[in-house]
């Protein structure tokens, strides 16, 4: 059974940085991402990249955020800077395994970004 652990979620001034990581169990996963549900508003992808190290990230992020892995250790991280109030949201991690046509998608349990303006 795949277990996602997150971590680095809190309480930031407007214009801060946080770092979330995603620790995975199991073996390496096609891809590893974060998205983001703020209230009242449908879950968003945040930024995801694949085991070779590609990248996408939602527009209103580029620039601001960067998401990394590091597969020795199965865990993504996603360096969050310039933080605005919009950002408030409770962020997941996110990942995939690709098994020919099927795809096993996994979510951790979701922790908290706060941003104060």
């Known amino acids: 059974q795949v277990q996602l652990v997150e971590s680095g979620g809190g309480l930031v001034q407007a214009g801060g940085s946080l770092r979330l990581s995603c620790e995975a169990s199991g073996s390496i996963f096609n891809t590893m991402g974060w998205y983001r549900q703020a209230p009242g508003k449908q879950r968003e992808l945040v930024a995801v990249i694949t085991n070779n190290g590609r990248t996408n990230y939602a527009d209103s992020v580029k620039g601001r955020f960067t998401i990394s892995r590091d597969n020795a250790v199965n865990t993504a991280n996603l360096q969050m800077n310039s933080l605005k109030p919009e950002d408030t949201a409770v962020y997941y991690c996110?990942?995939?395994?690709?098994?020919?046509?099927?795809?096993?998608?996994?979510w951790g349990q979701g922790t908290q970004v706060t941003v104060s303006s």
């Open positions: 996110n990942v995939q395994r690709f098994r020919g046509y099927t795809r096993d998608d996994y």
